[in-house]
């Protein structure tokens, strides 16, 4: 499963994404991660979620993250959701940048079951065909 909680700046999305990872939590068999570009939001989450914030790594662009998320995978297969709360900010692109991330999520879901859940910055309406498929 990859989801996209869409919407522009302001509308709620972090706190959606957040709500969602808790419950993730409570229920999961697997790990939960959840991350983020700013620890800002470290004291909402629960304490069983491995929070990783990028502004603590040297990540650049889309291909610099796929190999980061490659990377938390390899150390730890059990991972079972992965919650991404600004992709685009994160990787420094706008939503016509995603389609290789999104080829790898799909990859990782294959390979290992993980669920990707993100939040864009974009209305359902601005984004590209591959992406509003996966918008809620």
Same mark, same amino acid.
């Given at each position: 499963?990859?989801?996209?909680?869409?919407? #522009?700046?302001?509308?709620?999305?972090?706190?959606?994404?957040?709500?969602?990872?808790? #419950?993730?939590?409570?229920?999961?068999?697997?790990?939960?991660?959840?991350?983020?570009?700013?620890?800002? @939001?470290?004291?909402?989450?629960? $304490?069983?979620?491995?929070?990783? @914030?990028?502004?603590? $790594?040297?990540?650049?662009?889309?291909?610099?993250?796929? =190999?980061?998320?490659?990377?938390?995978?390899? =150390?730890?297969?059990?991972?079972? @959701?992965? @919650?991404?709360?600004?992709?685009?900010?994160?990787?420094?692109?706008?939503?016509?940048?995603?389609? &290789? $991330?999104?080829?790898?999520?799909?990859?990782?879901?294959?390979?290992? &079951?993980?669920?990707?859940?993100?939040?864009?910055?974009?209305?359902? #309406?601005?984004?590209?065909?591959?992406?509003? #498929?996966?918008?809620?």
């Amino acid at each position: 499963m990859i989801k996209l909680i869409c919407g #522009e700046k302001g509308t709620g999305k972090t706190k959606i994404i957040v709500d969602s990872v808790n #419950e993730a939590a409570k229920t999961a068999k697997g790990n939960v991660v959840f991350i983020s570009q700013k620890k800002s @939001y470290s004291a909402n989450i629960d $304490f069983n979620v491995r929070c990783v @914030y990028t502004e603590d $790594f040297s990540i650049s662009g889309v291909a610099g993250f796929i =190999g980061f998320i490659d990377g938390l995978m390899a =150390g730890n297969a059990d991972i079972e @959701y992965i @919650y991404i709360d600004g992709i685009l900010r994160i990787t420094d692109t706008d939503v016509n940048g995603l389609e &290789g $991330f999104i080829a790898e999520a799909k990859k990782l879901e294959k390979e290992y &079951g993980v669920k990707f859940i993100l939040t864009v910055s974009c209305s359902k #309406e601005g984004l590209p065909a591959y992406l509003s #498929e996966l918008c809620d």
